[in-house]
């Protein structure tokens, strides 16, 4: 059977991890785990050591800061110490990659509905996104406790896929986890690595059978037809 009409199919819609896929969020949310360890007289950890687990949030941010130490804490006050001060200071720093606001430009001349499917919660998410312009025409958010599930559930991007009326098998998940890439190709999505976000050195992109990776967020632009 040809492929011709699954390579050229209409893009229905395009959905997005959001830190370190759309936003780069790390130095914030470094300054907040910095601010929690400085709480508690711990050394602070640099930017080179916090960027690469940035998108794993408090919990990832807190087990690295106080490495074994944290079963010595009340791990739910630490968390509310890091996320109080983060929500304080949300957008000091953070800014949107380079390419983003040409590809969602592109999205929306193009008539293709785009939306941001996320782990950080909710509340935390619509506090973030007011502040850029560039995220006013987002046709749908899931945060990570909308629903009871999370990535790499596919279930937050399947209700994603209800909510704007779009078939999910015609729609792009770019992600910069392989919690994305696991739960966009649960739903059947062709999925993209975004190559420039919080990756690990030596991690393997490729181990994570996403459909491609991608290294900017305008090499998206090659594949939306």
């Known amino acids: 059977m040809s492929t011709e009409n699954q390579t050229t199919k209409p893009i229905a819609s395009v959905l997005f991890d959001l830190d370190g896929t759309l936003l780069d969020t790390a130095d914030d ?21 916090y960027r690469p687990v940035a998108s794993d949030g408090a919990l990832g941010l807190l087990n690295l800061g106080f490495g074994h130490d944290i079963k010595n804490y009340d791990y739910e006050v630490l968390r509310q110490q890091f996320l109080d001060y983060y929500q304080e200071n949300i957008a000091v720093h953070t800014r949107l990659y380079s ?9 929306e001349a193009n008539g293709i509905p785009w939306g941001i499917i996320t782990n950080k919660p909710e509340g ?62 649960s739903a059947l999505m062709k999925t993209f690595v975004a190559n420039w976000g919080y990756i690990l050195a030596d991690e393997d992109c490729l181990t994570w059978q996403a459909d491609h990776i991608i290294d900017t967020p305008t090499d998206l632009l090659a594949f939306i037809k």
């Open 99 to 107: 390419g983003v606001t040409e590809l969602l430009q592109h999205l």
């Open 29 to 49: 949310l470094g300054a907040a785990l910095n601010h929690v360890l400085q709480r508690y007289n711990k050394p602070v950890v640099a930017a080179k050591d």
């Open 124 to 185: 935390l998410t619509k506090i973030l996104l007011p502040h850029y312009p560039e995220f006013i025409n987002c046709a749908v958010m899931v945060g990570g406790d909308t629903l009871t599930k999370r990535k790499p559930d596919p279930e937050p991007i399947l209700h994603a896929c209800e909510l704007i009326n779009v078939n999910n098998q015609h729609c792009y998940y770019v992600g910069d986890a392989l919690r994305d890439i696991q739960a966009g190709n």
